[in-house]
């Protein structure tokens, strides 16, 4: 059984190992690349990645000006910090040796193996490294502070999902790095939507199953490619709860999203893609 440990023993405990990997789930997000890059920043090591990123943390990479690790061999590195990844599904059967967690899902299926973790119910996993760092008496980067912004950002939908404490993260890293977020929102917004993505939206409205439950309107479809900005569209559109798959090899991918309402009433999706 892993050991659930404080923010001060988890950075004891990673200052012992030098080479460590800070590894990202599948289809990585800013929550967790900018995670990633802030804990690089401090204990050095490597970011690795599962497959890919997604576009705005393709955007957010080219501005901090790094390259993480593909298809890595994790046995090259003295420790594994998986970060914003609950579930075996996100890792495509990658082997992990020793590992460490920090994740703050609503469920997690590797706490278990793991040696040591943080595993907090916050918005964020960038919530959780700040809380780490700053209490550790760091402090932060330009860099760092929009990467963990847009950790932030992103995986409370702009705030519409944020808890006091998301606020409160912000606006210290808003105050101790001197970024305005304005900065923050135009490196977001810079983030192409082509022509293939605006297609995949349109597939996604015209293939929709609707079922109304009650008052709630809940929404099906598929699409190849791009089906969390194709859950969250069917949302904008009118859905209470939206549900999108995609073909990912033998595998299918599910990404699922709420109006603040729905989640209100209990409808926990844990901001992540089902698998």
């Not at 690349?33 to 990645?49: K, P």
């Not at 040796?97 to 040591?116: K, M, P, Q, S, V």
């Not at 297609?199 to 996604?204: E, P, S």
């Amino acid at each position: 059984m892993g050991k659930n440990v404080s923010h001060d023993e988890f950075y004891s405990l990673l200052t012992e190992f030098k080479n460590p990997i800070f590894l990202c789930h599948r289809n990585a997000d800013p929550d967790a690349i900018g995670s990633a890059y802030a804990l690089r920043e401090v204990f050095g090591g490597t970011i690795g990645i599962i497959d890919s990123v997604d576009r705005i943390s393709a955007t957010l990479l080219n501005y901090l000006e790094t390259q993480p690790i593909r298809h890595t061999d994790l046995s090259k590195y003295d420790i594994t910090v998986l970060l914003d990844t609950s579930t075996h599904a996100q890792l495509d059967g990658i082997k992990l040796g020793r590992y460490c967690l920090i994740d703050h899902h609503t469920t997690n299926n590797l706490l278990n193996n793991a040696e040591f973790y943080i595993y907090q119910p916050t918005s964020s996993t960038a919530e959780i490294i700040y809380t780490l760092l700053h209490e550790a008496g760091h402090s932060f980067s330009v860099e760092m502070g929009i990467a963990l912004i847009a950790g932030i950002i992103t995986d409370t939908g702009h705030f519409k999902h944020a808890t006091p404490d998301s606020m409160r993260t912000t606006a210290s890293l808003l105050e101790e790095t001197g970024i305005q977020y304005g900065e923050v929102l135009d490196l977001l917004s810079s983030t192409p939507h082509d022509v293939s993505m605006r297609i995949a939206m349109m597939k996604t409205a015209m293939r929709a199953r609707i079922v109304r439950v009650g008052d709630w309107i809940i929404a099906t479809s598929h699409v190849s490619s791009f089906n969390g900005a194709a859950a969250a569209t069917l949302v904008n559109i009118g859905a209470d709860v939206a549900f999108v798959a995609s073909a990912v090899g033998d595998n299918v991918r599910i990404s699922s999203r709420a109006r603040r309402t729905a989640i209100e009433k209990g409808v926990t999706l844990g901001r992540q893609d089902l698998n």
